[in-house]
């Protein structure tokens, strides 16, 4: 299986690419002019996010590493994804783990649920400081939750246009 490796990466963010309604996600990790763009879904790139402050919510409940209560300042990164964004592969699996060795959140995104049990299905695997993984995952939700707006009535996504509101009995919102 072939593993893409970045220990430290000057920059890992998720991002998106497109117009809300029709963005695509992505996991990006830079280290000098080396660039990997994984591919996502918005689902997953919450579901990382989320359990990613769970771990370090719990590493720092335990006093099992220096982890900092939120994202320090100077690690927040607000920029655009890095140009060309070119999918590697599009993520299935994703596991996220703390090294105490090293002190450091370990992330791996396994390329499609099909290929999972292929040797030659592709990995992601990105190792970060706690502060890091924090800013990450702030990021994370920051991305997804500048989608499109909910609706007020039943909470799904709202088009310019407006969209099809079950509470109204199928009437345009």
């Not at 994370?140 to 969209?163: E, N, Y």
Request: aromatic share 4%; proline share 9%; with cysteine.
């Amino acid at each position: 299986m072939p593993v893409i490796s970045y220990d430290m990466p000057d920059r890992f963010v998720a991002g998106t690419v497109g117009r809300p309604g029709e963005r695509s996600f992505y996991l990006q990790a830079r280290s000098g002019p080396r660039l990997t763009s994984v591919a996502l879904e918005k689902f997953q790139v919450t579901l990382l996010a989320e359990r990613l402050e769970e771990l370090l919510d719990e590493v720092l409940r335990r006093g099992a590493g220096p982890v900092p209560e939120t994202a320090p300042a100077d690690l927040r990164d607000d920029e655009p994804l890095d140009q060309p964004v070119e999918e590697e592969f599009r993520v299935g699996a994703m596991a996220l783990a703390w090294s105490p060795s090293d002190e450091r959140v370990v992330i791996e995104a396994r390329e499609d649920e099909a290929a999972e049990d292929d040797p030659a299905a592709a990995v992601l695997r990105v190792s970060l400081s706690a502060g890091r993984a924090r800013a990450f995952a702030e990021r994370a939700l920051k991305v997804v939750a500048a989608g499109r707006p909910p609706c007020p009535l039943c909470g799904r996504p709202l088009d310019a246009a407006g969209h099809v509101c079950p509470r109204q009995n199928g009437h345009l919102g």
